[in-house]
């Protein structure tokens, strides 16, 4: 399976115009890395058009399961094959918001360093959540990675009325703190 | 066999003035229904009464009631944190004090990264850390390291004069307390966060020791912290116990541990 290449995009109301709620999934092989799989964290930073969070009420992860406006969710069981997943609910998400940005980051809490350069396999896919059936997936980003401990897998953003998906594949060696200064979120 | 004596409800009997020495306190009764949102505003000048109730088995994230119906099945507010509380900001550094008691780390803040919890002082001192894990409480103490729940993935991590929090496993736990072991207390438990915040919980020297007499080893309590709906409030307390990990154990409500001495839990950890 090749899968969309960075940089690339797709316009999703365009080409699915019944589209309502979207689940953006992760699937990783880090092989017998246990320590890496238990530090990895999927995210999502809902952001403004100039591309910065719109508030830290509105980074979604495990300990804040779903944005103020209730449009973004970390969902508890994931669809199909993926590890984790954030669900979109597109009709739900404000005019203020342009952006949600997906991150997968190597949680460092634990003397136990992991990078994200462990990872044999890392795809992000879009699904359609009420479906349970793919849209559209990555190809494999794991190749790139080396020391960085962070990555936003991906973008769902708005395109003047229509909303549409880019694969970014974008890693970052200063983990999840570059990533929140990056998208002017404080941690 | 006599009549059985009249039983009170605490509730409405009469006062006993003339029982001085004992005092009826009440602890909330357990609700099915969601937790009580706590009212913390700020009292007058004054010591900040502890409000802050004994840690829940379960964290309730039941939504306020009249809150907006959710957008997509299943999908609910969060329930909003306490209120009244300082919030520690990005970057900030903070010193906790009378004054500010009391912290609130936001839920981003309570769940990236770890917090680590360093005692600087040149005063021979030693570290311990009482803490609720899962429902099991247990504690840390030095000089050796010591790892909770175990030593393949710690959530508590204390080694020398640093005490390691894994947020990633925040969700597990519950609350924690630090104490710090000496015959005089000086210098300052530092709490960082990823994000660059600094907490200072300063100890102040303790006076009540006679000079050039020879002080007995206490503990002084410094910080106690409880996850309350996904974020850690952090409170400085000050507090000299006497008489073992034990007392301080048992002053602080972490009443499931046992002791084989006034320092060492049955099972050792």
Redesign the interface.
């Known amino acids: 399976m090749t899968g969309m290449v960075r940089g690339a995009n797709i316009a999703l109301t365009k080409e699915l115009p019944d589209l309502a709620?979207l689940a953006l999934g992760v699937s990783w092989d880090a092989g017998a890395d246990d320590?890496l799989v238990?530090?990895l964290?999927l995210a999502a930073i809902l952001c403004d058009a100039d591309g910065r969070a719109t508030s830290?009420?509105d980074?979604v992860?495990?300990?804040?399961?779903?944005s103020?406006?209730?449009?973004v969710?970390e969902v508890e069981s994931a669809l199909g094959d993926d590890a984790e997943q954030i669900?979109v609910?597109l009709a739900?998400v404000p005019a203020a918001v342009a952006r949600v940005v997906v991150v997968l980051y190597v949680?460092?809490?634990?003397?136990r360093r992991r990078t994200l350069g462990q990872l044999r396999e890392c795809r992000v896919r879009l699904l359609d959540a009420s479906s349970s059936t793919q849209v559209v997936a990555s190809e494999n980003l794991a190749p790139a990675f080396q020391h960085e401990t962070a990555v936003v897998l991906g973008e769902v953003y708005r395109h003047r009325d229509d909303w549409k998906f880019k694969v970014v594949g974008q890693g970052y060696s200063s983990g999840?703190?570059g990533v929140?200064e990056q998208y002017g979120?404080?941690? | 066999m006599s009549a059985p004596a009249t039983v009170l409800d605490p509730t409405t009997a009469p006062p006993r003035p003339d029982l001085a020495f004992l005092r009826h306190r009440a602890r909330p009764r357990p609700v099915a229904e969601p937790a009580p949102v706590l009212d913390l505003t700020p009292p007058a000048p004054g010591p900040v009464a502890s409000v802050v109730p004994a840690a829940p088995a379960v964290l309730d994230l039941a939504p306020p009631a009249g809150a907006?119906a959710?957008?997509?099945p299943g999908?609910?507010?969060?329930a909003p944190l306490l209120g009244g509380l300082r919030r520690l900001?990005?970057g900030e550094r903070l010193v906790l004090d009378d004054d500010t008691p009391v912290v609130q780390l936001?839920?981003?803040?309570?769940?990236?990264?770890?917090?680590v919890l360093t005692l600087e002082t040149a005063v021979p001192s030693g570290l311990a850390v009482l803490y609720e894990l899962g429902g099991t409480q247990g504690v840390l103490r030095g000089p050796e390291p010591g790892f909770a729940p175990d030593h393949r993935?710690?959530v508590v991590?204390l080694t020398g004069n640093k005490i390691?929090?894994?947020?990633?496993?925040?969700?597990d736990l519950e609350r924690f307390l630090v104490a710090v072991r000496g015959t005089r207390f000086d210098g300052v438990l530092v709490v960082r966060?990823?994000?660059?915040a600094r907490l200072e919980v300063p100890m102040r020297t303790d006076t009540r020791t006679p000079a050039g007499s020879a002080a007995p080893s206490t503990d002084l309590v410094a910080l106690s912290a409880y996850r309350v709906r996904?974020a850690l409030v952090l409170r400085a307390e000050d507090l000299v116990v006497e008489g073992g990990l034990r007392e301080v154990a048992g002053a602080f409500g972490y009443r499931e541990l046992t002791w084989r001495s006034a320092d060492t839990p049955l099972g050792g950890s």
Do not use: K, M, Y
Request: no cysteine; glycine share 14%; charged share 20%.
């Open positions: 709620r320590a238990e530090n964290v830290p009420d980074f992860f495990f300990n804040q399961a779903v103020t406006d209730l449009s969710a669900e609910d739900a949680n460092e809490g634990s003397p999840i703190v929140a979120l404080p941690l | 907006a959710p957008a997509a999908r609910e507010p969060l900001g990005p936001g839920r981003v803040t309570s769940g990236v990264g770890g917090l993935r710690p991590s390691q929090l894994d947020l990633r496993l925040v969700r966060t990823v994000g660059g996904g």
